[in-house]
């Protein structure tokens, strides 16, 4: 019954970075996150620098991922290399585990004699799975705590957490890793996967992160789950091929995906995670009073006005 | 590359419930979920009553749920109600959110002359949004804390949030809860959501839980997002109807879905929880030392031995 109108309210809880404009105020005494984005001044947006940005093309649509070059920098120059050499055209979505990943790469990655050649990129690559010292980075604090580190937080858009001097990308839905073998260094990213469900929080600083999907999450999630054990693909045809794979960079700039990114060491940033923390409306008459780092979405928009 | 070999680490780690059997070793130290659970005494796997049994039959498949009667009593018995005279049947999903809920119900349920009539089930309900006191229940209390609650834990199979003397079912990967509009007496039953994304927890204590899916959330999860605001699908054609909707009990049991539930509060359970919050071995070096109350799935297992 009247689900709609539930529904509307539940989404201003929600929060979903996805769906920012879509919320239905209904008498809020807490802002909702529509009325704070619309305030939000021009600056307070973020366009990321295209030379991080991979556009995943999918027969489904377009995957907009952010490479994290400030964690794991040996990665994403190779994750670069392997885009421009066209290693990912034609690769496939090779496995969908319910509420855990979406990965993709060579379904004969397994196999030395079939498998695809990395060409120029490494085969292996140091482990960067936290950072220690380097240089300094941003860090918006969240106030709640974690169950799994003693500090999170936000920093140019990625959910950090850190204990001591060590940080690292949390395990987030739509957190992107490397997949590898045992070795610690046998990663190369080559093989990536996405978290689409609850945040397997154990993988953090055991797989290096190499960014983050800000666009394309519903296509990625909502994948026929795999029928093997592990959700791989039972049969070939159930695999998703990848069209292709490339760098906003090498996209002449009026073919480039509209994108921005609020900022998450804004004022309108702080203000949408206050709002949810303590949302109070005809609704939600009982305050969370807390919030967890990756129930945290962060808002992105289209600049360009066209779809 | 060699992303199986990786990914039966990274499952072993990830404990889905639905995937207990598929879990690779690989020489670990910690034991596997799939060691441990085929150590696990029979009297360590629960039946669940079939009062409590949904079957929600779909296009692909089908999803059982477990009601909790315990928990939200009326609720309980105004779905049972829904289900025994037939309301669901032919009722669609109508929304689905990335990272947040697949619903289900009548799409016409808002517009009083065109929805679908509750039969004998009552329309408004006291709210059932978390419990004070009330009969003694069973509590596996989790050692790690939570963002949310002072204690977490498991009763019975489901996860549980509590502070002093109100508890209540947390909003995790799976939960079923009960749609309502503004007034929080008015829910009913009729139109039910399950969570397909990172636990929303600033839900809980403002709406009541249903139940659980316990098998199923591998369809209700990959069904594709919405176009229109939060996750409503644009045509009516993208909506999935369901089948028809039937208790357990009242299946000839000889039809009935085989399927079992580890007991929260077994020492199989207990041991499962630790192996994941510590669990370390070739591929996972640096143990969480930490879990999460949402990132424990509770296995299941179908006794009859046939598919």
Redesign the interface.
């Known amino acids: ?11 201003a ?2 929060l ?1 970075a ?2 920012m ?4 105020p ?1 008498k809020p005494h807490t802002p909702t996150p529509k009325e704070l984005l619309a305030k939000a001044a021009p600056a307070e947006w973020r366009t990321p620098d295209p030379q991080n940005l991979v556009y995943m093309d999918l027969p489904q649509g377009r995957v907009v991922i952010e490479l994290a070059p400030d964690w794991s920098p040996l990665h994403a120059a190779n994750i670069r290399t392997l885009i421009r050499e066209h290693y990912f055209d034609g690769t496939q979505v ?8 979406t ?1 993709w ?2 379904p004969d ?2 196999d030395k004699k079939k ?1 695809k050649s990395l060409g120029t990129a490494k ?1 292996t690559l140091p482990p960067e ?1 936290t950072r220690k010292g380097g240089k300094p980075y941003p860090f918006t604090r969240l106030p ?5 580190a003693p500090e999170v937080g936000f920093s140019d858009g990625f959910p950090v957490a850190r204990d001591k001097g060590e940080a690292w990308i949390a395990h ?3 957190t992107v890793g490397v ?4 070795g ?1 260094d ?3 990213g ?2 990536l996967y996405a978290i689409i ?10 797989l290096a992160v190499a960014g983050k999907v800000i666009k394309g ?2 296509l990625l ?5 795999g029928g093997e ?4 693909y039972d049969k070939p045809e159930q695999r998703v091929t990848i069209k292709q794979v490339r760098l906003a960079a090498d996209v002449p700039v009026a073919e480039r995906t509209s994108i921005q990114v609020l900022r998450t060491d804004s004022t309108t940033f702080a203000a949408l995670v206050e709002a ?1 923390r303590n ?1 109070k409306d ?7 009073g ?3 780092l ?2 945290i ?1 962060v808002p992105s928009r289209n600049p360009s006005g066209k779809p």
Do not use: H, W
Not at 21 to 24: E, I, R, Y
Not at 221 to 225: I, K, Q, W
Not at 229 to 232: A, H, L, Q, S, T
């Open positions: 019954m009247l689900a709609r109108t539930c529904l509307a309210l539940a989404l809880c929600a979903p996805s769906a404009a879509a919320d239905a209904a090779i496995r969908v585990q319910d509420n855990f990943v990965q790469g060579d990655g397994d498998a085969e799975f709640d705590g974690d169950v799994y987030c839905y739509g997949a590898r073998d045992i610690a046998t990663g190369n080559s093989s469900g609850q945040a397997p929080r154990n993988l953090d600083r055991n999450m519903d999630a909502a994948y026929p789950r054990p592990m959700g791989f949810k949302r005809a609704f939600y008459t009982r305050p969370a807390k919030i967890d990756c129930n979405g």
